[in-house]
């Protein structure tokens, strides 16, 4: 089993940014896919991006393409995903997770690993 610890999250201002982290541990983090995925309240949890196993290929949702970037670095064990322009819709718990596969994917069901989540809260 791979251990996802997320970081970066926080208070920030509409139309700001935030770059969040997570650092995998405890499997071969370059043969897997991750994705991030994020859950508002009173939401079920809904896909944000995902990025292949060799960071190639990535897919975003649509209410984040233009906005969001998901990036790895296989020699670190960690995959970002950077927020700009940021929005009060955005205000959510963010949750990265590996992929049973190396291919991207934005279903919940194809995820086998998941971090504790952290907090972004956008502010007007």
């Known amino acids: 089993q791979v251990q996802l610890v997320e970081s970066g999250g926080g208070l920030v201002q509409a139309g700001g940014s935030q770059r969040l982290s997570c650092a995998a541990s405890g499997g071969t983090f370059s043969a897997y896919a991750m994705g991030w995925f994020r859950q508002g309240p009173g939401k079920e949890r809904d896909f944000v991006a995902s990025?292949?196993?060799?960071?190639?290929?990535?897919f975003y949702s649509d209410s984040v393409k233009g906005r969001f970037t998901i990036s790895r670095d296989n020699a670190k064990n960690t995959v970002y995903l950077q927020m700009n322009s940021l929005k009060l819709e955005d205000t959510a718990v963010y949750y990265c997770?590996?992929?049973?596969?190396?291919?991207?994917?934005?279903?919940?069901?194809?995820?086998?690993?998941w971090g504790q989540g952290t907090q972004v809260t956008v502010s007007s």
């Open positions: 997770a590996k992929r049973k596969s190396s291919y991207v994917s934005s279903m919940v069901r194809d995820y086998d690993d």
């Open positions: 990025i292949s196993r060799t960071g190639g290929s990535t």
